[in-house]
């Protein structure tokens, strides 16, 4: 099993930075794929990016492509949102998920495993 706790988000004027982190418990942390997903009240949670459990694969949605960067420390057991030009549309909760030995997951219901997700506030 895996624990995950996000942190790093906050309130950014549009065009600003945050990055966010996705700390993990538990052993065998670089045999996961790693994926944040976002969802405002009201609507779907929504795959945001992902990376694959060797690192070697990253994968975005259209929206935040060129803008959002995913990355991973296996020795920290920690994975990273470095988010830049953020829009107002980019308000949301940001959760962390788990997949064992995921590459290129986009769905919530292929994830075992989710943080308590941590807001992001985006104001214009």
């Known amino acids: 099993q895996v624990q995950l706790v996000e942190s790093g988000g906050g309130l950014v004027q549009a065009g600003g930075s945050l990055r966010l982190s996705c700390a993990a418990s538990?052993?065998?942390?670089?045999?996961?794929?790693m994926a944040w997903f976002r969802q405002v009240p009201g609507k779907e949670r929504e795959f945001v990016a992902v990376?694959?459990?060797?690192?070697?694969?990253?994968y975005y949605s259209d929206s935040v492509k060129g803008r959002f960067t995913i990355s991973r420390d296996n020795a920290k057991k920690t994975v990273y949102l470095q988010m830049n030009s953020l829009k107002s549309e980019d308000t949301a909760v940001y959760y962390c998920?788990?997949?064992?030995?995921?590459?290129?997951?986009?769905?919530?219901?292929?994830?075992?495993?989710w943080g308590q997700g941590t807001q992001v506030t985006v104001s214009s």
């Open positions: 990376i694959s459990w060797s690192g070697g694969r990253t």
């Open positions: 538990g052993s065998a942390f670089s045999t996961y794929g």
């Open positions: 998920a788990a997949k064992s030995f995921g590459s290129r997951a986009t769905t919530v219901v292929e994830y075992n495993y």
